[in-house]
């Protein structure tokens, strides 16, 4: 399984783009690179998934570098109820989500 | 969109018993998981099902079995309950692996004493 590096945390303002990177350099060719959330006292939530190019879904944007060593997710107005702990998971063939510590963003006022 | 149902949102049983946590999904996937979360831990991938009949253990399956009858619905068993099995527990199921994404239950907190 690849491994990842997040921020443990970042901070955001209300209502302004959010960037939350992710290193996963040893990804193998063929994972898929995923992005969860899990919002205080509920279960993860699917927000995006890409291969290489870039992806958009009403959620988020997912930015893929060309050597897909990295990826950021992008929420383009954050709001409150953006606060979370994000998970960047690259996925094989087996299918299995592994966790790491993930991203907890905090969003201000 | 999927709905994954976990069938306590809390429960409380007494060392040594035998639990058996239920989960069910309504949009037919083939993909189902569980999972526990602990604080500083994070979520640990316990057994997972790509088929009726069929599981595969994943990162930590020691004192948990499995049973996947029919396809929309699988369970979690812990054969006998000990108190550091006390943790939230997550069901999960996909249609296409890493094609697709995945839906979560929203958990279910067993404590036990």
């Known amino acids: 399984d690849a491994k990842t590096t997040q921020p443990n945390s970042m901070e955001s303002n209300e209502e302004e783009p959010v960037h939350l990177p992710c290193n996963h350099s040893t990804i193998s060719g063929t994972d898929y690179i995923h992005w969860y959330r899990q919002l205080p006292s509920q279960g993860p939530e699917y927000v995006i998934h890409?291969?290489?190019s870039n992806v958009n879904n009403r959620m988020a944007s997912l930015a893929i570098a060309e050597d897909r060593k990295s990826s950021t997710l992008i929420l383009h107005r954050a709001t409150l109820r953006d606060a979370a702990v994000y998970y960047c998971?690259?996925?094989?063939?087996?299918?299995?989500?592994?966790f790491g510590q993930g991203t907890t963003l905090q969003v201000k006022p | 969109d999927v709905k994954v149902t976990q069938s306590s949102r809390y429960l409380v049983k007494r060392t040594g018993e035998k639990v058996f946590l239920e989960c069910v999904q309504d949009m037919d996937h083939e993909n189902m998981f569980w999972y526990r979360q602990d604080p500083g831990l994070g979520l640990r991938l316990i057994y997972f099902s790509y088929d009726v009949k069929m599981k595969e253990k994943g990162d930590i399956p020691e004192g948990y079995s499995v049973s996947r009858e029919k396809k929309e619905r699988f369970s979690l068993i812990l054969e006998s309950a000990s108190t550091n099995q006390t943790s939230m527990y997550l069901c999960?199921?996909?249609?296409?692996?890493?094609?697709?994404?995945?839906?979560f239950g929203s958990g279910t907190r067993l404590t036990v004493v």
């Open positions: 999960a199921s996909n249609l296409q692996g890493a094609l697709g994404g995945y839906t």
């Open positions: 998971i690259p996925v094989g063939n087996t299918g299995k989500l592994i």
């Open positions: 890409g291969l290489t």
